[in-house]
């Protein structure tokens, strides 16, 4: 009898991608290295997602650049039915999440930046930069520049700002370690003012705080730029231009429908940031408050309005501010002669069963004084008044020795005690009119 045998060939073990990252890039190899190898990258602990370069065919990338942090693995393929190697190590990519307190400015009032790293433990340096608007990019970006003392950077996770009066966008990292590793940047955040100025100002067209969903809106930049974005965080934490929800011509960013949200809006050029303005969309078969989406300035008057979408209010209306009832008569609008600080607050308007929702209403001072040259300016007063006073005191003086003299040489034979002492009982009381 013959006898078969039957040859098994040992299949190898596949290989073993391998993952390596460069600040924000990550790059994946396969070992034993060899050509025609697609390279597949996944986030995440289950690697359910696979990441892919924008307009490009990720199979044909060994390299991708991340903006997000979390656990990234990667893999090899090739071959048809594709031939996978093993996943790769994982590699963690850092990125902190930067707060901002306040989102509003105030007069006077402080910002405090704080830079949060999960998993923090010691050792970390903590950086902090301006955002500065890049309108190289249509969909929007920035470059960061290094805020004083940071160029090191601090122990501390958190960075405090005085003076700041303007709208403004922050960014942080962290790095430890030697040579340094640093965390990703962080995503930028804004501190917003509400007050106009004539770099850059924000003008939306209709003029009001709250509008419906099918409304039409013109957000029109204006100030010493000639080129404009308009952009848009979206609470609690989203940030997107006009290139994502409208139409941007020249200076002015057309809106078809205001999206059903509470969202901040601004202008920004390459040198500047507008005010900032607040704008709500919400439903046609609500009620809305018709309110200024600027602060109104102390002594000016202003015009608060009820409306619905698609009918008259029959009913009568009740405004209201801060909860407590203000005004409540057949009309539509509420009119404040002169408004004061008093009258800052949240209103809002009843009518025909229906209730709107509530908007705040700024009130700016007629002179506010820059906080950072007030001291200079106190002081500057101050050497003023003393100067005066001294010079007075001088001039008293001579005048009432003058006198002296003049009337000691008419009157020498005649002199005594008791002349001296009236003569300076009159000389002390002029010092002291004085």
Known sequence: ?????????????????????????????????????????????????????????????????????????????????????????????????????????????????????????????????????????????????????????????SYIIHGQ????????????????????????????????????????????????????????????????????????????????????????CHVQKIQSSNAVYWCESGSAFSNAVNITGHYDDELLLLSPVHPVTEGHSVTLGCKLRTENLLSKVFFYQNDTIIQSESRVEMIIPAVSKSHEGFYKCQSSGKESPQSWLAVTSTSRPDSSSFPVLVVALTSVVLVIFLFMMWFLYKRSRDSDIISSSQDNNQSSAADHREAQHRNDSMLLHG
């Open 1 to 157: 009898e013959s006898v078969s045998f039957i040859v098994l060939k040992s299949i190898p073990d596949p290989p073993k991608a391998q993952i390596s990252r460069n600040g924000g890039t990550l790059t994946c190899s396969v070992n034993p290295s060899s050509s025609g190898w697609s390279y597949y990258f996944y986030r995440g602990e289950k690697n359910q997602e696979v990441l892919t370069v924008q307009n490009t065919d990720f199979h044909s990338n060994r390299e991708i650049r991340v903006s997000q942090g979390g656990v990234y693995r990667c893999r090899g393929g090739r071959g048809e039915p594709v031939y996978h190697t093993e996943f790769s190590d994982p590699v963690t990519i850092v990125e902190p999440v930067l707060r901002v307190s306040p989102w509003w400015l105030s007069p006077g009032a402080s910002v405090t930046l704080s830079c949060e790293v999960e998993h923090v433990s010691a050792g970390w340096s903590f950086y902090w930069y301006k955002a500065v608007p890049d309108l190289s990019h249509k969909s929007g970006s920035y470059s960061y520049e290094l805020l004083p003392a940071s160029s090191n950077g601090t122990a501390d996770n």
């Open 165 to 252: 009066t303007h709208t403004a966008g922050y960014v942080c990292r962290a790095g430890r370690g030697e040579p340094h590793f640093y965390t990703l940047y962080s995503q930028p955040h804004f501190v917003w003012s509400g007050d106009l100025h004539p770099s850059a100002s924000l003008s939306v067209s209709p003029d009001r705080v709250q509008h419906f969903t099918s409304d039409s809106v013109s957000l029109s930049c204006e100030g010493n730029s000639a080129e404009w974005r308009v952009s848009r965080f979206l609470l609690p934490d989203f940030l997107s231009f006009c290139s994502d929800w409208g139409t941007m011509n020249g200076s002015t």
